[in-house]
């Protein structure tokens, strides 16, 4: 292992690396139970049992591929954000697009992204898209989770006066959001219960706050009689591989989703996403000190991640991703592949305790969305919101996302503007604002979809 890994030339030992790994693992391990919040039969309608066994086995034998292809400690796994638009694109199709073909249009989106990282487009990309706008990316989807966390666990309800139209209503007019009843709703009061603990944790600064937390609450909620204890009668501890969703996507239904919706949504928010968690991550852990080699790494782990998105989908789960809780690990001393490879083991171990995961109510997991957007939101300090050039877009971006139900809305109306005003900006002022080309090429696409496909 000393050799493979190269561990004394990265300052690291075989006990340092499997205690990172295990740490990456419990600060992540959340996803085993809140993917099925947005993938299962209350999300997009997934079977639970294929749920958990697609994000267990696609986190973990990629994350494993990730250690020993790459040898960086950078753990993969079903992304946040991703699976709440995979539901979204469900749901709002009322019946049109089944799960089956959403998971097509993943593993579609995972081939263009394969295309574009082999041919370079993808760091052109990176270059072109201006930094403001994809932080505001991560904010808007951050506030996006944590609306879908409120109204999950009844936290914030929403309330219609009969009668009124809800395509023109707008809050105060029939239409309002408001607070659960915390007395009456049990769910909701277990929520707040959790997302307290979570809080409280993260406070402390403890490992596996999330994953701590989401038990915690579980435990708490038996009592209150939101945790179901009766699932756990007759379980089968050994991995169950009935009723699963390996190979069942739909690529023909996938294609007639629009391919702008597939390219432009899976492909642009997963690798803008993807290229700060893996660039990050590699700095933290030294692997940027010398140039060349790290940018070898990350060229090496952007064609692992390429290949797990599609990977991700033939198991049946949705788009597989880099984490930036793998920084967790790195901060407990990982240094190289060993640490992704523990973590990987980890998760496929977990495929034996599938029965006490789904045991986890919708009230326990919303806690952790709502922490997750405050993670997510935190990226806001990064945009420039003294240049209205990228302040204007930017907030259409971040506000747009959850005010509009809508992940595409908010992208493409921050594209749209940035480049419109940009250009003004550049005919009016003296100040000359850099306008890549491939910028032009999204807001022509952004323009065509508007008029052609309105907003869905």
């Known amino acids: 292992m000393d050799r493979f890994f190269k561990l004394k030339e990265n300052g690291t030992n075989v006990r340092t690396e499997i205690i990172a790994g295990i740490t990456t693992f419990m600060t992540m391990a959340y996803i085993l139970v809140v993917n099925n919040l947005f993938l299962g039969p209350g999300g997009a309608g997934m079977p639970s049992e294929a749920v958990f066994f697609a994000t267990a086995v696609g986190a973990g034998l990629i994350t494993i591929l990730m250690g020993l292809f790459v040898n960086v400690p950078i753990a993969m796994a079903p992304g946040m954000g991703l699976n709440a638009y995979f539901m979204t694109v469900v749901l709002s199709s009322n019946g049109a697009i089944t799960w089956q073909a959403a998971l097509g249009a993943v593993f579609i989106s995972g081939i263009v992204f394969l295309i574009l ?47 009124t139209d809800i395509t023109h209503a707008v809050p105060g007019s029939g239409f309002n959001l408001t607070l659960g009843n915390l007395m009456m709703q049990k769910d909701a009061l277990l929520a707040l219960i959790g997302l307290l603990v979570i809080a409280v944790l993260m406070v402390l600064r403890v490992k596996g706050a999330l994953l701590i ?34 190979g069942q996507l739909d690529l023909v239904s996938a294609l007639h989703i629009g391919l702008f919706d597939i390219i432009f949504i899976f492909t642009f928010v997963e690798l803008f996403d993807t290229f700060g968690t893996l660039v990050g ?19 090496k782990a952007m064609l692992v991640d390429a ?46 305790i599938s029965p006490l995961a789904l045991l986890v109510p ?37 506000v747009l996302m959850p005010f509009t139900g809508s992940i595409a809305n908010g992208i493409s109306a921050g594209i749209l503007t940035y480049v419109i005003l940009a250009m003004f900006g550049n005919l009016a002022t003296s100040r000359k604002v850099k306008i890549h080309w491939l910028m032009w090429v999204l807001a022509i696409i952004v323009i065509i979809r508007f008029v052609f496909m309105g907003s869905e």
């Open 362 to 398: 919708s009230a326990a997991t919303a806690p952790a969305l709502i922490i997750v957007g405050v993670l997510m939101i935190s990226q806001v300090r990064k945009i420039d919101w003294d240049d209205f050039t990228l302040a204007f877009p930017s907030f259409l971006t971040i």
């Open 281 to 299: 991550t590699a700095t933290r852990a030294g692997l940027m000190e010398n140039k060349a080699e790290g940018e070898k790494k990350v060229g």
């Open 117 to 163: 990282t082999v041919t370079k487009v993808r760091q052109m990309l990176l270059v072109a898209v201006p930094d403001s706008l994809k932080m505001a990316i991560t904010v808007g989807i951050g506030l996006f989770i944590t609306i879908i966390g409120l109204k999950l666990c009844n936290l914030v309800m929403v309330n219609i006066t009969p009668g």
């Open 213 to 246: 937390g989401i038990i915690a609450t579980t435990v708490i909620g038996i009592p209150m009689g939101v945790t179901n204890l009766s699932s756990l009668s007759g379980a089968s501890w050994f991995p169950s591989f009935n009723n699963l969703a390996v």
């Open 307 to 352: 290949v797990g998105v599609s990977a991700g989908a033939v198991l049946g789960t949705s788009t597989i991703t880099a984490y930036v809780e793998s920084s967790s690990g790195v901060e407990a001393g990982g240094r190289t592949g060993l640490t992704a490879v523990t973590t990987g083991i980890l998760f496929l171990l977990a495929l034996f």
